[in-house]
């Protein structure tokens, strides 16, 4: 069973760049399709971003699309999120996910069997 931990939030202003880290254990990364969601206060978990597991393909939610880059590295057992030019809306517990699944959906959280902890990310107006 794989565990995941997020780093990499924190507060940020608008325009400004975070990049989220996801750290894999207890599994081998590569067996994994990846996603990231968040969730603001009040509302349900979204999705954000998605990574195949060679990583040959990504899916993004339209809101951050031009602006999020999902990247992995399944050497370190480590999956990306790369935020640019944020958003005051894009504030949010942060969450990667992993799939032992093929085939998607990537966009669904039922998809997806192991989830981190999460990362706050906030970003100020």
């Known amino acids: 069973q794989v565990q995941l931990v997020e780093s990499g939030g924190g507060l940020v202003q608008a325009g400004g760049s975070l990049r989220l880290s996801c750290a894999a254990s207890?599994?081998?990364?590569?067996?994994?399709?990846m996603g990231w969601f968040r969730q603001a206060p009040g509302k349900e978990r979204d999705f954000v971003a998605a990574?195949?597991?060679?990583?040959?393909?990504?899916y993004y939610a339209d809101s951050v699309k031009g602006r999020f880059t999902i990247s992995r590295d399944n050497a370190k057992n480590t999956v990306y999120l790369q935020m640019n030019e944020l958003k005051p809306e894009d504030t949010a517990v942060y969450y990667c996910a992993a799939s032992p699944y093929a085939g998607g959906p990537y966009y669904r959280a039922q998809w997806y069997d192991y989830w981190g902890q999460g990362t706050q990310v906030t970003v100020s107006s």
């Open positions: 990574i195949t597991r060679s990583g040959a393909s990504t």
């Open positions: 207890g599994g081998t990364l590569s067996s994994y399709a």
